[in-house]
């Protein structure tokens, strides 16, 4: 199975470095070139996966338009030269660069669309940028709006070809799996089963229902049970357990442990050779940052959108005339369940 990702430093002494991390990357060398060479390797290298040129700051600068290229350069004259703590930084930086390059940004954040210009997802406020200005701040926990100006600019067009031409190779080869998309009426599993849908594979979508689901992610069961393929729904009975055992069940994080357990039990006993494709993405947390595309849990695991942002989901979503769950659009970041603790204080305040 091919990860479709691979990291290139200049040197072999670089990779070495780099090795150190005990990362489950790919890592290969440019063989000590430098100069013109190495601009030159490095624009004309090709193939439809996903590349890191991680190099020095003495190294010439070198500019790929493909989205599917980011190239970073540490503060030091050799990546070698870089410590390991900050070297596991600036892969860090490095890795955020395929879902900002588009937007000729540098930011650790998500990078969403609106239809004034572009909006950056931080941990605790969503930033509204029109025609390169800051004009309006979603405040997630005091749970407020903070305008600052009129919005001047127009919805920024991102082409999003490479990347959905890599996603949909990386899927084809689970073709003589079993597949299943583990859906949530989310963005992240929505645009899993749009490209699988495109990849013309064989694939089944489980909804896991808790029982505390909001009504209008259930509406959208039925909607993309209609529009992209009929959803296997499986009960997970968590509703009666939150009455059983009270916040603290959800506070303790359980309720995500018998939803996944639900899921397993199902995949298990109705499959005998299964893939799952799930919509985790890079930006989600450090762990899923440094996870592997494909890995071996139980099943075995595969990501097909772990480079995508909210930008490129939202464009294929449109692409392919398919409406995001409406929690989305009155202000929700994530689709869960509705007593769910970990609601941010803006979410909390959001009418539905």
Known sequence: MQQNFV???????????????????????LQGIRGEELIETIKNMDGLYYKLFLLGKRDPDVEVDSYLTVIHKVPKANVRNVK????????????YKFITKPFNIECECDVGLWDKGIILFKKYEDLYYSNGKLVK????????????????GEKPYIDIKEKVNEAIEFIKQFKDYEIVIPFSGGKDSTTV??????????????FVDTGLEFKQTLEYIDYI?????????????????????????????????????TLYNY?????????????????????????????????????????FSYADEQILLEKENIKLN???????????CNVCPFLDNYEKSIPL
Do not use: W
């Not at 390991?84 to 890795?95: F, G, H, I, R, S």
């Not at 701040?137 to 001047?152: F, H, P, S, T, V």
């Not at 409406?326 to 869960?336: S, T």
């Open 267 to 307: 995949v298990r006993n109705n499959y005998e050779n299964p893939v799952l494709l799930v919509g985790d993405r890079l930006i989600e947390s450090e762990a899923r940052l440094f996870r592997p595309r494909i890995f071996k849990d139980e099943f075995l695991v595969a990501q097909p959108i772990k480079f």
């Open 84 to 95: 390991l703590p900050l070297l596991k930084k600036e892969l860090k930086t490095a890795l």
């Open 7 to 29: 990291i290139y430093t200049r040197a072999k002494k670089d990779a070495k470095a780099l090795s150190h991390l005990n990362l489950p990357f790919e890592i290969k060398t």
């Open 326 to 336: 409406p929690l989305y659009e009155k202000g929700f970041y994530r689709v869960g």
């Open 225 to 261: 049970s209609k529009k992209i393929k009929p959803i296997n729904i499986v009960y997970a009975g968590i509703d009666k357990k939150y009455k059983m055992f009270g916040f603290d069940y959800l506070k303790r994080r359980l309720c995500t442990k018998d939803k996944i357990t």
């Open 193 to 206: 089963a749009i490209l699988a849908k495109k990849a013309k594979v064989d694939f089944d979508l489980v």
């Open 137 to 152: 701040k979603i405040d997630r926990i005091k749970g407020e709006i903070i305008e600052y100006g009129e919005a001047d």
